[in-house]
T-cell receptor, first 114, second 113 residues
């Protein structure tokens, strides 16, 4: 069975500092990987996704993630965060094919302080 | 293009009642998935419908059911509500493949008293 582990439940960081949100997954088959962001009282918005090809994926709002197959990781990074990046971030996997369901990690709450 | 819409946005029910939530997908999307979000369990997959057929199902009791109409709109129903059913219910639509991006609605906040 697939599973996703987000290693940090909360990450506090100062504005303009770099940040990395960690995600590891387990799966016996090839997967597609996603990062979503959820602002308070809102649904989820896609930041980026990895399907195949280049292991470095660039997304919206200056975020990027690197797929590492040997370490089964898909960590999210941003070189300089803003107050507006304060939100909860979810890593998710999809088995692909006709499987339309996502398996989510527990989420990481990013808190950006001035 | 209009996004995914969910109605109602907020709902308060009492134990034992039933509830129906509605989701209108993005135009052209044939897949609709439902997720339950709670502080304790996080985001959990309920079920997915594709072209009016349930294609995938998560590990939830039979009290949770859904359907999809010919225009791809979907409803989910929860019967005999329990306190633990209090959650944010999110609907997502996509073109239908595992590689396709799922676009989420704002959710329906269900409170069971």
């Amino acid at each position: 069975a697939q599973s996703v582990t987000q290693l940090d439940s909360q990450v506090p960081v100062f504005e303009e500092a770099p940040v990395e949100l960690r995600c590891n997954y387990s799966s016996s088959v090839s997967v597609y990987l996603f990062w979503y962001v959820q602002y308070p009282n809102q649904g989820l918005q896609l930041l980026l996704k990895y399907l195949s090809g280049s292991t470095l994926v660039k997304g919206i709002n200056g975020f990027e993630a690197e797929f590492n197959k040997s370490q089964t990781s898909f960590h999210l990074r941003k070189p300089s965060v803003h107050i507006s990046d304060t939100a909860e971030y979810f890593c998710a996997v999809s088995q692909g094919g006709s499987q339309g369901n996502l398996i989510f990690g527990k989420g990481t709450k990013l808190s950006v302080k001035p | 293009k209009a996004g995914v819409t969910q109605t109602p946005r907020y709902l308060i029910k009492t134990r034992g009642q039933q509830v129906t939530l509605s989701c209108s997908p993005i135009s052209g999307h044939r897949s609709v998935s439902w997720y339950q979000q709670t502080p304790g369990q996080g985001l959990q997959f309920l079920f997915e419908y594709f072209s009016e057929t349930q294609r995938n199902k998560g590990n939830f009791p039979g009290r949770f059911s859904g359907r999809q109409f010919s225009n791809s709109r979907s409803e989910m129903n929860v019967s005999t509500l329990e306190l633990g059913d209090s959650a944010l219910y999110l609907c997502a639509s996509s073109l239908g493949g595992g590689a396709d991006t799922q676009y989420f609605g704002p959710g329906t906040r269900l409170t069971v008293l």
